[in-house]
C-alpha cells in the first residue's frame, strides 16, 4: 500500500513515517506538512534517509485549495492523516486556526481522498472528544457521547463527524481512531512530559495546573502507531476505533516519578492557576481494536518513561534548540500569562 500521509514531520505523524517504511519494505510514503512551529523540518530530511527511493515530502497546508489539483498528479492507495493544530492551551488562545486546520483542513483531505479514486482514509482523532470522566465513570468507548470541552476538542469533534457524514452520505471508505495520551521522543516541550523533563534537566520550575490530581491515560507512541496500522490495514469502514493502553495515572503522580528519574528535588513542582474548563479524566476503552483488529500494546508506562526520558538525556541539542528564541518569544509574550495574572502565582496546595 503506499499512503498519503500528512503532518509527518510532527511527533506522532514521524514516527508513524518511520514504523511504516520500515515494516512495508515495498510501501511508498508522500508526507505533506505545512511545517508549523510544531514540526521538526529536519525530520523531512531524516526520513529521506531511511528510504530515498520510497518516501518524498511536499510543504503544504491541508487547508490550501491547490491541494486538490496537486493531488490529482500523486499516487497513493490511501490518506493517513495527522496534520492538526494540538494543543489545547493554544486553542484557548488561537482557536481560529484550530478550525482552519482541524476542521476546514480535514474537509479538504476528504474531498481529495473522493476525488481521487474514492481512497481510504485514516483520521486520526483523540479520546478529547468524549470530553471529562468522573473518578467513577467507566473508560469511554466508541459509541459514548461526544462531550468535547476546549476549542481543540470540539475541532476534533466537529472533523470526526463530518468524516462520518461522508462515510455514510458518499460510502467514503473512511476510518477514525480515537486514542489517548502520547508520549515519546521528538514530542514538542509544551505538553506535559517533555516539558517536565526539559524544565527538570534545566532545573526550572514545573508548572502544575490546578491541583494536578487530574487523570490522563498514556500511552508510548509507537504503540499508537501500530494501532493506527492496524486500522489503516484492518479496519471496517465508517467504524471508530478506540486506542489505549489503559495507562490512567495522575499527572501529579507521572511528575514525581519522572523528577525521581532525574534524581530532581520535588520542590520544582510548582502549582500554578488552572487551565479553563481543564478536563479532570480521561480513560479509554480499547477492547474493539483488540478483539476485532488483535491489536494490543507492547510498551509499559514504565518502560516507555524509560526510554523517553533516556531519549531527552540523550537529545539535549534538539530540545534546546526546539526551545530557541522563537519558542521563548511566544511563551513570554503570551503564554506565561495566558490564564491571566492569577496563573503565574504559586499556590498552596495539599499534594
Ligand atoms: P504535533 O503538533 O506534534 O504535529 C502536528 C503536525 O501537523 C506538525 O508537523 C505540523 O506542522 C503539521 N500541521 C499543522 N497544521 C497543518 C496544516 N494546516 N497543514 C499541514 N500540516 C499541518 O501533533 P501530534 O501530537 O503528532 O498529533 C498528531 C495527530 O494525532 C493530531 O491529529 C492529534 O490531534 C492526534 N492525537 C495526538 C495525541 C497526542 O497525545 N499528542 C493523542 C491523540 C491524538
Ligand atoms: O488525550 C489526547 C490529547 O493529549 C491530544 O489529543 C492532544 O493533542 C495532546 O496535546 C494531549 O492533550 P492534554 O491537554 O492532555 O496534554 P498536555 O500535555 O497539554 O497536558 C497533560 C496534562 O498535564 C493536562 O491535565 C494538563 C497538565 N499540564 C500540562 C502542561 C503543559 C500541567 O499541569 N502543566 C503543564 O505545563
Known amino acids: 500500500m503506499n499512503i498519503l500521509v500528512t503532518g509527518g514531520c510532527g511527533f506522532i505523524g514521524s514516527h508513524f513515517v518511520e514504523y511504516f517504511l520500515k515494516t512495508y519494505p515495498e510501501s511508498k510514503v508522500i508526507n505533506i506538512d ?22 518524498s515530502f511536499f510543504q ?15 499516487s497513493f492507495d490511501a490518506i493517513v492523516n495527522f496534520a492538526a493544530e494540538t494543543h489545547v492551551d493554544r486553542s484557548i488562545l488561537d482557536p481560529d486556526s484550530f478550525i482552519r486546520t482541524n476542521v476546514l483542513g480535514v474537509q479538504n483531505l476528504l474531498a481529495i481522498a473522493r476525488e481521487n479514486g474514492n481512497k481510504r482514509f485514516v483520521h486520526v482523532s483523540t479520546d478529547e472528544v468524549y470530553g471529562s470522566l468522573k473518578p467513577s465513570d467507566p473508560t469511554s468507548v466508541e459509541t459514548s457521547q461526544l462531550d468535547p470541552n476546549s476549542p481543540y476538542a470540539a ?9 462520518l457524514a461522508n462515510a455514510r452520505t458518499y460510502k467514503q471508505p473512511v476510518l477514525i ?22 524544565n527538570a534537566l534545566e532545573d526550572k520550575p514545573i508548572p502544575v495546573y490546578g491541583d494536578g490530581k487530574q487523570v490522563r491515560d498514556w500511552i508510548y507512541v509507537v504503540d499508537h502507531c501500530r494501532g493506527i496500522d492496524a486500522v489503516l490495514q484492518k479496519g ?12 490512567e495515572a495522575h ?23 488552572d487551565r479553563p474548563a481543564h478536563d479532570r479524566r480521561y480513560g479509554l476503552n480499547s477492547s474493539k481494536i483488540k478483539q476485532e483488529l488483535g491489536w494490543s500494546p507492547k510498551t509499559t508506562f514504565e518502560e516507555g518513561l524509560k526510554k523517553t526520558v533516556d531519549w ?5 541539542d534538539w530540545w534546546k534548540k526546539v526551545r530557541g528564541a522563537e519558542y521563548l518569544k511566544y511563551y513570554q509574550s503570551n503564554y506565561e500569562n495566558k490564564f491571566g495574572s492569577e496563573s503565574k502565582k504559586p499556590k498552596e496546595v495539599n499534594s
Open 177 to 198: 481512531t480515537r486514542c489517548t495520551n502520547n508520549y515519546g521522543p521528538y514530542q514538542f516541550p509544551e505538553k506535559l512530559l517533555p516539558l517536565l523533563i526539559a
Open 251 to 273: 499527572n501529579i503522580d507521572v511528575i514525581k516519578k519522572v523528577l525521581d528519574m532525574l534524581h530532581k528535588p520535588h520542590s520544582l513542582i510548582t502549582f500554578v492557576g
Open 236 to 247: 471496517r469502514p465508517g467504524e471508530i476505533y478506540n486506542i489505549s493502553s489503559s495507562g
Open 60 to 74: 503544504f497546508d491541508i487547508a490550501d485549495s491547490n491541494l486538490k489539483s496537486w493531488a490529482k498528479n500523486q
Open 34 to 55: 505545512k511545517l508549523t512551529y510544531a514540526a521538526h523540518p529536519d525530520m523531512a530530511k531524516h526520513l529521506g534517509t531511511l528510504a530515498p527511493d520510497r518516501y
Open 155 to 163: 475541532s476534533k469533534a466537529s472533523a470526526d463527524l463530518i468524516a
Open 312 to 316: 531527552y538525556l540523550s537529545n539535549v
